[in-house]
């Protein structure tokens, strides 16, 4: 054992009071990317270990779905698919809405989830929002090789246009870390967002491109349209995985970017001015 | 000298929500924003302080504890030092890292491994990965558990759980260490062996702060205290002085309301007194007699019946066992009536310090009366005439005696 370090200049001084500064925020952050690193690694491990099923549970959902869009807004709707399979378009959109909607739900709940850490335990609060969007990407990355085995059996393998991919799966990231950090937060006192949340996301998977394609939705409205900033990323996925076949409007990218942004700023702005509160309520 | 701590004018205010509760939690957001949530709210919300104008300093390698009553604020307070929850008001300087061994065992995830779960725990704490690496193997070692750490924990018993969690809060190598409760874990040799870890860190020059109601436990470890009633402490003050305090408050909430009434024996008045005064704070001089009167009624014949006091420390040893009938077996027999008992603890007799003074009243191997529900706590001054060393000489022992020294010169 050490002695205690006698250089007492050289310990670091912390401030509390009523309304933290936070000053000092995003270095604490980030001498805690280890603990953010340990718990995206728990929340892994826990998750597969004990479903021996548990990789194929992730896909199977999203080969549900498509089936039933495909067959509904393609077979019956005859809706177009610019120039692509119905089935592949239906799942490349299929990617970035499941990631969004598990993940927003899950990192929604985070914070309640982990109510015995954040009222015994210091950390930075946003590594446990943060920890279920990292979480969310393996699950991503596993329905993004489904993907690929399809679209290569589809013989429509992606293209160059593949290496914008990793910008949309960022901004996408980012949509959902935004959203949820609202949630996260406000559900540590109003609960009630449990039950709220699916059936937001479940009028969200037909507010958002996901079973049909954006074209559909008539040109005077495109615009209002792309404030979901769901509808520029499902474009951008499209147009990534699929080849420029697909419609990719540099307007409603645009929109969505701020949007998304916009999300994210007053997220952190929210969760950050609440989180010193959190132990209170939890 | 260099302070570790400076606490300033701390206040910690909750909202009580009373009865209305579950109602407003069913309103919810919904029924807020609707406006309906919040009249009811208004109505059923009550302030609470948890801690006010608490200030307090710490220096550099002190060993404090904090005791308190449950619900005294002292839980507030730790989590308000390692931040988990932040103040209503005031200010907190903290030098150095502050680690907390509140409730072992917070952040171990029941479906990983032992091994796995050291790993975690101390991140949660601020180890790094490469700090825990070094440390696993003394870690693992001083939990005796090597043959189960790649069992999840969750098939662990509770001993080797708590075991493991104690050890990894316990090779941390903060600043300033809190500890809350920490010695109750594990069977009676682990709880030895961590008791002693306890020891060597505070020994290691850290600061410490330390919360227990386990009085020897904090008579041990610290030098001085802080006591907390009703989230308002008394200044620092030296630990016996803060323990004292802390068991004659505790006692007289706990104490038994007179008359103490069982089917055979009722216990009518315990009167403690000095020179015939009352006195409301019970603090005697140590060089006058104290005055013990027992009032009793006795309901129905009593064989083998016993009836006298205790005095112990305020540990809850026994100091002395004084019986009405220990010199007078006649007295053994009780009839039925109302008795005044009377007895005298002598002058120069207890050593300065605080004590308790329990009646006891039994009958042998039938029953024991008034357990120990019939309680005075007391405080005796140091003789006047005694001659001590130096002003803040502590009290030794519990029992002066007068051996009759005698002293002859035999060469010059």
């Keep these: 054992m050490q002695e205690a370090s006698p250089d007492r200049d050289l310990l670091p001084l912390i401030m509390i009071t009523s309304n933290p500064d936070g000053k000092n925020y995003w270095s604490e952050f980030w001498r805690s990317r280890e603990l953010l690193g340990m718990m995206v690694w728990r929340d892994i491990i826990v998750r597969y270990k004990q479903t021996a099923l548990g990789l194929s549970w992730a896909l199977m959902r999203p080969l549900a779905m498509m089936l039933v869009f495909s067959l509904i807004f393609g077979r019956l709707a005859h809706l177009p698919s610019n120039g692509a399979p119905y089935p592949l378009m239906v799942f490349a959109g299929l990617l970035p809405w499941l990631f969004f909607s598990s993940t927003f739900s899950d990192a929604s709940n985070s914070v309640i989830g982990n109510a015995n850490l954040v009222s015994k335990v210091y950390f930075p609060r946003l590594i446990i929002p943060l920890t279920s969007v990292l979480v969310g990407l393996v699950d991503f990355m596993l329905a993004l090789l489904v993907y690929l085995v399809i679209s290569f059996f589809y013989g429509l393998p992606p293209k160059f246009h593949v290496i914008i991919l990793p910008l949309f799966l960022l901004q996408l990231c980012l949509l959902i870390l935004g959203c949820s950090l609202w949630v996260a937060a406000m559900s540590v006192w109003y609960r009630d967002f449990r039950h709220l949340l699916p059936v937001v996301l479940q009028l969200g998977v037909y507010l958002s491109p996901v079973g049909f394609s954006s074209t559909v939705v008539p040109d005077k409205w495109r615009h209002l349209y792309a404030f979901n900033p769901m509808v520029g990323i499902i474009d951008g996925f499209r147009w990534s995985l699929l080849g420029n076949t697909q419609p990719l409007r540099i307007d409603e990218i645009g929109i969505s970017c701020m949007v998304t942004l916009l999300l994210l700023w007053s997220g952190l702005r929210f969760f950050r001015r609440n989180e010193h509160r959190f132990s209170d309520a939890i | 000298m260099r302070k570790s701590i400076i606490v300033e004018k701390v206040s910690k205010k909750f909202r009580i929500h009373h009865k209305m509760e579950r109602e407003s939690q069913e309103v919810g957001l919904l029924g807020k924003l609707l406006g309906r949530g919040r009249m009811e709210k208004d109505l059923s919300d009550e302030d609470f302080w948890a801690l006010r104008d608490i200030s307090f300093e710490v220096n550099q390698g002190e060993r404090l504890a904090i005791v308190g009553r449950n619900g005294a604020g002292k839980s507030t307070l730790l989590k308000i030092l390692s931040r988990v929850m932040s103040p209503t008001a005031g200010k907190i300087l903290i030098r150095g890292r502050l680690s907390s061994l509140l409730e072992v065992g917070t952040g171990f995830h029941p479906d990983l491994t032992g091994r796995e779960n050291v790993y975690l725990n101390g991140a949660l704490l601020g180890m790094s990965r490469s700090e825990v690496r070094q440390k696993f193997d003394a870690i693992v070692d ?247 060393q130096h002003e803040r000489e502590q009290a030794f022992g519990h029992i002066y005696l007068d051996p009759g020294w005698s002293q002859e010169q035999i060469s010059g």
Aim: proline share 4%.
């Design chain 2, 142 to 388: 001083f939990a005796e558990v090597e043959r189960f750490l790649d069992v999840p924990v969750k098939r662990y018993s509770s001993g080797m759980y708590v075991r493991l969690a104690f050890s990894v809060s316990a090779f941390l190598e903060p600043d300033i260490v809190v500890l809350d409760e920490v010695l109750s874990v594990g069977d009676a040799s682990f709880q030895q062996k961590s008791y002693l870890k306890m020891r060597e860190l505070a020994s290691q020059g850290r600061t410490v702060l330390f919360v227990s109601h386990s009085m020897s436990a904090v008579k041990d470890l610290c030098e001085s205290a802080i006591l907390i009633e009703n989230g308002r402490i008394k200044e620092k003050t030296k630990v016996d002085d803060a323990i004292g305090d802390y068991m004659r408050h505790a006692m007289h909430i706990h104490g038994a309301n007179m008359p103490l009434e069982t089917e055979q024996v009722d216990l009518l008045a315990l009167h403690v007194t000095q020179s015939g005064r009352k006195n409301p704070n019970y603090n005697f001089e140590g060089d006058e007699p104290v005055d013990v009167e027992l009032i009793y009624h006795v309901k129905e014949n009593l064989q083998h019946f016993r009836i006298g006091f205790y005095v112990k420390t305020v540990f809850g040893d026994m100091l002395i066992r004084s019986l009405l009938a220990d010199r007078n077996p006649e007295m053994e027999n009780a009839r039925p009536g109302t008795y005044r008992l009377q007895a005298q603890i002598p002058a120069d007799f207890l050593v300065a310090g605080d004590y308790v003074l329990e009646v006891h009243g039994s009958q042998f191997g039938v029953q024991d009366f008034f357990s120990s529900n019939a309680l005075q706590p007391f405080r005796i001054a140091r003789p006047k005439l005694f001659n001590i």
